[in-house]
């Protein structure tokens, strides 16, 4: 379902004057009314601004596209209130800061971010948790009035059948894989090492030498928030993994440094920011133990052990995956990875395109054929450690457009969203006639998506 994106800064009372007073104290416009809600000049200005930092298409003049897509959210957001729709705050508040924290990694800082959107970050954070608060609005009401498309095989068919040749999706090649990995051993000496580091990092801001943020900036091996001085935003326990949480929500203090902590990411010391109710904002830095090129040498002479054996019939891949694997996600399934990419056609399936999988797996499987298993390689897994790992092709389709045979999923898919569509257009249309809307004439020179705006 297309996702309904919306920034709504102020909510009005319909005026009587035209021009009003924005929160910066600037002559604003109401541009559009829709029922008893007002689309302000500004939110325009704001919602184009956000559509280029996402990176959305934009349909046609700006300034014809975007207030009718407020118009509509106003609409959806009218009929949420009729059907009693809620949103989790909770979940609200964890997107609204993956948002910031997308606007701070592309933008740089938070002070540009602020400079970008004119605004503080306490009310750039209030506006997006809002824009957040009423997608999810919106999406409600999708869901209970069109997310059940039920589609007999027929009429999928019959929407194959129909779809014009440039119009059916080519498929890029796509592979099914089994992995086998295994861990090379860390030293103690470079695992002493880094915690010898990060206890120097500890004093040095503790005695004021140093801050937290800057030796983040420097030297934390999480590239995410390393560029944010190791800022995480604000999050809930559920958030990290457990032994990171149980450390980081024990602190209470933003003057001190937490101990040393191990995650399956590496070592960190923590410092909290500030503290929300069940939510909090801390800072960290993250190093990584070396594996020395000994240690890596060793575990892939382990995994050309396996494959040797695998070859002389002595145990079978999907035995070897299970009982001697080190990937925990794999190992209790046979080694068959598993798309976890939500954005993907494919998701929750073995099938994965070349794109979607481990680049390092991607640069080896891409000549294999069905059966082969690769040589032992050595990969970034997804924590960014290096793991030997050798891989099995199971099955794989070379590009080709879209067809029943091999996509049924992706064309089903299709025709239950252009069904959904249809449904959401035509309701659309209901509600625009019975709706009070009135345009500003300089705004009312536009071809509309939906007919009967202009009354």
Not at 335 to 352: A, C, E, H, K, L
Request: one cysteine or more; aromatic letters at 8%.
């Amino acid at each position: 379902m297309k996702k309904w994106i919306q920034i709504l800064f102020l909510f009005i009372t319909l005026l009587n004057t035209h021009p009003i007073i924005s929160q910066n104290n600037i002559i604003d416009e109401i541009v559009w009314v829709v029922g008893d809600e007002a689309i302000l000049k500004s939110e325009v200005e704001e919602y184009r601004k956000e559509m280029l930092m996402q990176n959305q298409r934009i349909e046609g003049d700006p300034y014809c596209f975007i207030p009718e897509q407020l118009a509509v959210n106003k609409l959806f957001l009218d009929q949420a209130k009729l059907d009693s729709i809620k949103v989790e705050e909770g979940e609200v508040n964890r997107i609204a800061e993956l948002y910031i924290n997308e606007y701070i990694a592309n933008i740089g800082s938070a002070e540009k971010v602020e400079e970008y959107f004119q605004k503080d970050m306490s009310t750039l954070r209030e506006d997006t948790r809002r824009m957040v608060r009423e997608g999810q609005l919106i999406q409600g009401v999708q869901q209970k009035r069109f997310g059940q498309i039920t589609l007999t095989p027929s009429e999928i068919r019959k929407f194959y059948n129909k779809l014009p040749q440039d119009s059916i999706p080519f498929i890029p090649t796509t592979v099914e894989v089994q992995i086998i990995t295994a861990n090379p051993t860390i030293p103690l000496s470079e695992i002493d090492a880094v915690k010898a580091r990060l206890r120097d990092f500890t004093e040095q801001i503790t005695s004021g030498k140093a801050s937290f943020s800057t030796l983040a900036l420097l030297y934390s091996e999480d590239p995410t928030s390393a560029v944010r001085g190791g800022e995480l935003g604000f999050s809930d326990r559920t958030s990290f993994v457990p032994e990171f949480a149980n450390v980081a929500f024990a602190l209470n203090d933003p003057n001190k440094v937490s101990n040393i902590v191990e995650t399956e990411y590496g070592f960190h010391i923590i410092q909290l920011i500030e503290r929300r109710g069940d939510r909090a904002n801390f800072r960290h830095i993250l190093l990584k133990p070396k594996v020395p090129k000994e240690e890596l040498d060793k575990a892939l002479t382990r995994l050309d052990s396996v494959k040797t054996a695998i070859e002389e019939k002595k145990f079978t891949f999907e035995e070897a995956a299970t009982f001697l694997s080190a990937d925990k996600d794999t190992r209790n399934n046979k080694g068959i990875m598993v798309n976890s990419n939500r954005q993907s056609s494919y998701y929750g399936t073995p099938r994965f395109q070349l794109n979607e999988l481990n680049q390092d797996i991607a640069n080896v499987i891409g000549n294999m054929k069905v059966g082969e298993i690769s040589e032992p390689f050595i990969m970034l897994d997804k924590n960014g450690k290096q793991v030997a790992a050798m891989v099995k092709i199971t099955n794989r389709i070379e590009g080709h457009k879209a067809n029943l045979n091999n996509d049924y999923q992706i064309i089903k898919t299709m025709a239950e969203n252009a069904r959904r569509q249809e449904m959401i257009d035509q309701w659309l249309r209901e509600k625009i006639k019975n709706t009070y809307v009135r345009i500003d004439p300089a705004w009312k020179n536009c071809e509309f998506k939906y007919p009967g705006w202009i009354k």
